[in-house]
């Protein structure tokens, strides 16, 4: 039995079987044990303010403790819920938060988590929240600490993991996604279509998938602006620089970038000029993390697209028709959306983004 299980099932022993959160890298293992749990017993949220408050309401329902998952990148989205709510000076609501901590001290990382690592452990100080870092020979101790602090004192508290601390699963979740279309077959054919546009790719292995496709094959990345950081800010980011700008723009988003701050796609549609185009690369998955589901499938993302203000919808699921097709949506002189239906399959050995500085001087500079 791998450290997943074991503290699943301690877990269990201690009665806390309710489970919330946005995937994480750290805890990709943890995560996609869960995806197998029933529906009421872990629900994937979209965002990480969202998971604190869904277990909040759990909390009120049942008086047990939910447990909530999130990468450390994730306590922007969670700080608002926290402080204004959560917190034991307002509703004092205990659950107990897992957070993968990324840029951690000593562990080599990309440069997006150098920041929020280095403040993680400071800023759950200053939001009074107490937390361990888990060491696998003392956890289920560590679990009881925190089990009856937050309990005893109506507070959040929460558990760090580093990389490294879970066993790593090689293989994805049980949901892997077998359309036909590579995403990076896709983007080739991107950017040998789009060649005058400026391209805002999302977060994660799409944003890393472009860089090294453009690195193979020497063509020049100062039309792209890879969103490292930032998920769910992709369309917003997109839309600001389309607005003030002459040049045709995409933003390549993913579906759980999409669902994190799904308001932005209403924003981002209503106020898009002809040069804003929207390509949504759709694996119904959170593939770059470990593939746990989304939700998008719920969706009808012809009626959605439509009906915020996108003038043309188009939908890409066989490889075959994909010139046609892009040619078809980049002539548009209207904003519009495309959904690409791809399979989670990537590159391997993918690149890091490095240098971001000199990137974006050579983005603003590109005409
Ligand atoms: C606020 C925040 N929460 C979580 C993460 C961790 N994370 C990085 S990429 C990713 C999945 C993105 O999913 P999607 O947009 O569908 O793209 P895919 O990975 O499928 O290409 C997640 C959850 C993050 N970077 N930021």
């Known amino acids: 039995m791998n450290v997943s299980d074991n503290i699943i099932n301690f877990l269990k022993r201690k009665n806390i079987n309710f489970f919330t959160g946005v995937p994480d890298s750290v805890l990709k293992e943890f995560c996609n044990k869960l995806t197998k749990f029933k529906k009421k017993q872990h629900i994937v949220a979209a965002n990480e303010g969202g998971a604190i408050s869904l277990a909040a309401g759990y909390y009120l329902a049942r008086k047990k403790l939910p447990i909530v998952y999130l990468q450390n990148s994730g306590l922007g989205n969670v700080i608002n819920p926290l402080t204004s709510m959560i ?32 403040i993680t452990l400071s800023q759950l100080k200053l939001l009074g929240i107490k937390y361990k870092i888990f060491d696998k020979r003392r956890f289920s101790k560590q679990l009881d600490y925190l089990i009856s602090h937050a309990n005893k004192n109506n507070q959040p508290v929460a558990f760090i993991f580093k990389k490294g601390d879970l066993d790593s699963l090689k293989d994805k979740s049980g949901k892997i996604n077998t359309n036909k279309i590579n995403r990076n077959d896709f983007i ?95 694996n119904s998955c959170h593939e770059s993390v470990g593939c746990q589901p989304t939700s998008i499938d719920k969706i009808n993302l012809r009626k959605f697209s439509l009906s915020i203000g996108y003038k043309k919808y188009f939908l890409l699921k066989n490889k075959n028709n994909t010139k046609k097709i892009l040619n078809n949506f980049l002539k548009l002189n209207k904003p519009a959306f495309l959904e690409v239906k791809i399979n989670s399959f990537s590159l391997p050995n993918l690149i890091r983004i490095k240098d971001l500085k000199k990137l974006k001087v050579n983005f603003i500079k590109s005409k």
Not at 248 to 262: P, Q, R, T, Y
């Open 188 to 282: 080739s054919n991107l950017i040998s279509q789009a060649k005058k546009f400026k391209i805002f790719a999302t977060t994660g292995f799409t944003s890393r998938e472009l860089f090294q496709i453009r690195k193979n094959k020497k063509i020049s990345t100062r039309n792209d602006f890879y969103m490292v950081g930032g998920m769910g800010h992709t369309s917003m980011f997109a839309l600001g620089f389309s607005l003030f700008s002459k040049d045709n723009v995409i933003c390549l988003d993913g579906d759980g970038s999409f669902l994190m701050h799904m308001g932005a796609s209403v924003i981002s549609a209503n106020f898009a000029k002809g040069n804003f185009k929207y390509i949504l690369l759709n």
């Open 87 to 118: 917190h034991k000076e307002i509703y004092g609501i205990p659950m107990i938060m897992f957070i993968g901590w990324r840029g951690s001290k000593n562990i080599k990382d990309e440069i997006q988590h150098k920041v929020q690592g280095k």
